[in-house]
């Protein structure tokens, strides 16, 4: 069964570098059907997609963060790592590794986000 | 970025009520739209992919419609454990963009 777990430090520094990794147990992240990505939900807010990555390199991120992150991949560890830079308050929030999964159906192709971790909070804070 | 306009922002119904829940996109996005559920404390979990297919699992009192930029989640028959907030995400262009939540009480 698919399961993505989301670690990393629940206190950064304002200025620092956040860094999460998301571990894939049930599924391969060199799949060539899936991307992997981000999201995240501040305190009593709304979902917010971040980017996402396919494991031959291809990113996409949010124009809004775009300056900030980097999204990787580590097909060894079956891993995928999201790393904010220069973060301040405002990325406090509830931060969520999906599987995007890409599909075909009656000549079209698709794509939905469709297996989520259970989330891990990170607080910006001195 | 497309823009996700979701409707209304929350509601309260009883118990066999039928809901109705709108995502209007600001641009043309076929089908590609999901609803997803999400309780407090937890992750959003998957309801409908592709503005009407079910995902396995799901109750089929959930339902989906729609194309091109208007879509609906309907509820045919309102149950205690649906009490959560909703939210309609769009998978047609990059970045991915979400509704703003609509939150579904009970009477």
């Known amino acids: 069964q698919l399961q993505l777990q989301e670690s990393g430090p629940g206190l950064v520094k304002p200025s620092e570098t956040l860094s999460l990794t998301c571990s894939v147990s049930?599924?391969?992240?060199?799949?060539?059907?899936?991307?992997w990505g981000w999201i995240r939900q501040p305190p009593g807010k709304g979902l917010e997609w971040i980017g996402n990555?396919?494991?031959?390199?291809?990113?996409h991120y949010n124009p809004s963060l775009k300056s900030r992150v980097t999204i990787a991949e580590d097909t060894s560890k079956n891993q995928v790592s999201l790393k904010l830079s220069s973060v301040t308050a405002g990325d406090t929030a509830v931060y969520y590794c999906?599987?995007?999964?890409?599909?075909?159906?009656?000549?079209?192709?698709?794509?939905?986000?469709?297996?989520w971790g259970k989330g891990t909070t990170v607080t910006v804070s001195s | 970025a497309i823009q996700m306009t979701q409707s209304p922002s929350s509601l309260s119904a009883s118990v066999g009520d039928r809901v109705t829940i709108t995502c209007r996109a600001s641009?043309?996005?076929?089908?590609?739209l999901g609803w997803y559920q999400q309780k407090p404390g937890k992750a959003p979990k998957l309801l409908i992919y592709?503005?009407?297919t079910l995902q396995s699992g799901v109750p089929s009192r959930f339902s989906g419609s729609g194309s091109g930029t208007d879509f609906t989640l309907t509820i045919s028959s309102l149950q205690p454990e649906d009490c959560a907030t909703y939210y309609c995400?769009?998978?047609?262009?990059?970045?991915?963009?979400f509704g703003g939540g609509t939150k579904v009480e009970i009477k």
């Open positions: 592709a503005a009407s």
């Open positions: 995400l769009q998978d047609y262009n990059e970045p991915l963009t």
């Open positions: 049930g599924d391969s992240t060199s799949n060539n059907n899936h991307y």
């Open positions: 990555i396919h494991y031959s390199g291809s990113t």
């Open positions: 999906a599987r995007r999964n890409q599909y075909c159906s009656g000549g079209a192709c698709y794509s939905l986000v469709d297996v």
């Open positions: 641009q043309y996005i076929r089908i590609d």
